[in-house]
């Protein structure tokens, strides 16, 4: 059963702990990228990776780091540099870069 | 102005009828142009995926896009309670390994 797994789908942190949100695909999908939403509001680009061992910034970078050491695992850390960090968190992979992407159902952060 | 619009909504449909969700976009490269659905606290599911002008159908969903005007649109036909959700309307600009999204219209098909 091929897909795209996120975990957990509830997590509460205090303020000022780094967190990492696990994102895995069986899909062999080169791209993963990951991905913010807020209440009422679109989808927001963190980091992408096309390639294991590469990743770039999206459009909201900052407070947060990434690793691909595997092609089906691209998990995301929220820093304690995150001023905002409360979220939705959405990881996604593609076929190829570029094409249609597929998303995993999501890892809910609260920070206390 | 963004790079890809959407009225929010809500845009409110009876059952039966057809809903039409329109997306407008800046960049005139855009190639790849996709519709996500969105139900409430759930992730964003992909229905329908559109690359060049004209209508795409499937089942009771007809994507239609138009470059020169830069809009795509999606139409639904025969609206069920079920197609309630947030429809977002992302593309590809071919310049950059990404989608762009926009912040989504809200459907709601009444009774």
């Known amino acids: 059963d091929g897909g795209i797994t996120q975990s957990p789908k509830y997590l509460f942190r205090k303020e000022g702990q780094n967190v990492t949100l696990s994102c895995e695909q069986n899909?062999?999908?080169?791209?993963m990228y990951w991905y913010r939403q807020d209440p009422g509001q679109g989808l927001r680009l963190i980091y992408y990776?096309?390639?294991?061992?590469?990743?770039q910034k999206g459009d909201i970078a900052e407070g947060y780091s990434v690793s691909r050491e595997k092609k089906e695992s691209f998990p995301l850390t929220v820093t304690s540099a995150q001023k905002n960090p409360t979220a939705f968190y959405l990881c996604?992979?593609?076929?190829?870069?570029?094409?249609?992407?597929?998303f995993g159902p999501g890892t809910r952060l609260t920070v206390l | 102005q963004k790079e890809v619009e959407q009225n929010s909504g809500p845009l409110s449909v009876p059952e039966g009828a057809i809903a039409s969700l329109n997306c407008t976009y800046s960049?005139?490269?855009?190639?790849?142009f996709f519709w996500y659905r969105q139900y409430s606290g759930k992730s964003p599911e992909l229905i329908m995926s559109?690359?060049?002008?004209g209508d795409k159908e499937d089942g009771r969903f007809t994507a239609q896009l138009n470059k020169a005007s830069q809009y795509v649109s999606l139409l639904i036909r025969d609206s069920q309670p079920s197609d309630s959700a947030t429809y977002l309307c992302?593309?590809?600009?071919?310049?950059?390994?990404?989608?762009?999204f926009g912040t989504g219209t809200r459907l709601q098909v009444t009774l």
């Open positions: 960049d005139r490269v855009s190639q790849s």
């Open positions: 992302a593309l590809n600009t071919g310049t950059a390994s990404k989608l762009t």
């Open positions: 990776s096309q390639i294991v061992n590469d990743f």
């Open positions: 899909l062999n999908h080169d791209a």
């Open positions: 559109i690359y060049s002008n």
């Open positions: 996604a992979s593609s076929g190829k870069q570029g094409d249609e992407q597929f």
